[in-house]
């Protein structure tokens, strides 16, 4: 029998409201589970970097609670930051030190004993040990980054964040990190990544949590936010427009649209039958005549685009 997987970060009505009066958090509640990789995807100003810093203890909540490993991030700083790695947006690294150096040095910043055989081990995974002896100058932009993943591990965190770790980088080195980020998780460290790409969040994350506005959205698994999200839509073009579907044609997975000239059928991709022949048989049947038919597929792009739109009015209405 599987065990239950345990939860090793546990975020409370977390809010922060930064002193300029400006709330960044508004009652933030999530569990990470051990093991897994959870994306954060919100759109720009949505909190992530906040949320992020305050489990990592840089940032200080204004109110809520976040354990780590069920020590507190407040009282039990020393802790919880051993316990994780961040790998910042912004290529923070001495440039005339050496890749070796910069990666050992982190390890002894965290007060672990020196470990050569270990740091090694860190580079070889992340395809660096060739270029141990280089200055971090001599680098190409992947290399640097793969270096500042190198560093947030040097002390073995359990937890790694990583924010926006590919941001900007070529289709190629992308999916080289996306592998540096499943053998991460292969050994067994928890992982969570904020991420501009959803088609990275859809690639590698378990689960997916959305925030926008300081509040989270959505946390789902992401084969079930697909299955129960990622609707195909069958687009039916009117040869003439119509005023109203007729009764046949009535429900909640049919629209009118493009003034009259479309019809909409939104199926499920998982059902045993699409129905599609259902309706085109009744629209037949209502003498209505088609002009074309095209499908599309909605991807978790357009699910976070909708729920984020959907959020919205209650700006505008607070
Ligand atoms: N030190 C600060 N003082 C005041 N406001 C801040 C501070 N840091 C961040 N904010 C504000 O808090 C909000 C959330 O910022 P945060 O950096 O957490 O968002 P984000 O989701 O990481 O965005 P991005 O995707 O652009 O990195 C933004 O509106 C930002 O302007």
């Known amino acids: 029998m599987s065990q239950p997987v345990a939860d090793i970060v546990t975020i409370t009505d977390l809010v922060k409201a930064y002193p300029g009066g400006f709330t960044a958090l508004n009652g933030v509640t ?27 203890g840089l940032t200080m909540p204004t109110g809520g609670t976040v354990t780590v490993g069920g020590h507190d991030v407040v009282a039990d700083y020393r802790a919880t930051r051993r316990m994780i790695g961040l790998v910042p947006q912004e290529l923070s690294l001495e440039p005339f030190e050496t890749v070796e150096a ?64 590919t941001a900007g980088v070529d289709v190629e080195l992308r999916r080289d990190m996306w592998r540096v980020v499943e053998a991460l998780k292969a050994a067994g460290v928890t992982i969570i990544l904020t991420t501009h790409y959803i088609e990275e969040a859809e690639a590698i994350a378990d689960r997916i949590a959305v925030i926008n506005k300081g509040e989270i959205l959505l946390v789902e698994e992401t084969a079930g936010l697909m299955a129960r999200m990622g609707k195909k839509e069958a687009v039916i073009d009117l040869a003439a427009p119509l005023e109203a579907l007729p009764a046949a044609l009535t429900g909640p997975d049919l629209t009118l649209a493009a003034g009259g000239h479309q019809i909409v059928y939104t199926y499920d991709t998982q059902a045993e039958r699409t129905g599609i022949r259902r309706v085109l048989n009744e629209l037949d049947a209502a003498g209505i005549v088609m002009r074309d038919l095209s499908t599309r597929q909605s991807s978790l792009e357009d699910v976070f685009v909708s729920l984020v739109h959907d959020d919205a009015p209650r700006e505008a209405a607070q």
């Open 30 to 56: 999530l569990s990470i589970r051990e093991g897994e990789i959870l994306a954060l995807l919100g759109p720009n100003g949505a909190g992530k970097t906040t949320l992020i810093s305050t489990i990592c």
């Open 102 to 165: 910069t990666v050992a040095f982190s390890r002894g910043l965290f007060g672990r004993p020196r470990d050569p055989a270990r740091i090694e081990k860190i580079l070889r995974d992340l395809s660096l040990w060739d270029k141990r002896a280089s200055k971090i100058v001599a680098l190409s932009g992947g290399m640097k980054r793969r270096v500042l993943i190198a560093k947030a591990l040097a002390h073995d965190p359990k937890v790694l964040f990583l924010d926006e770790p």
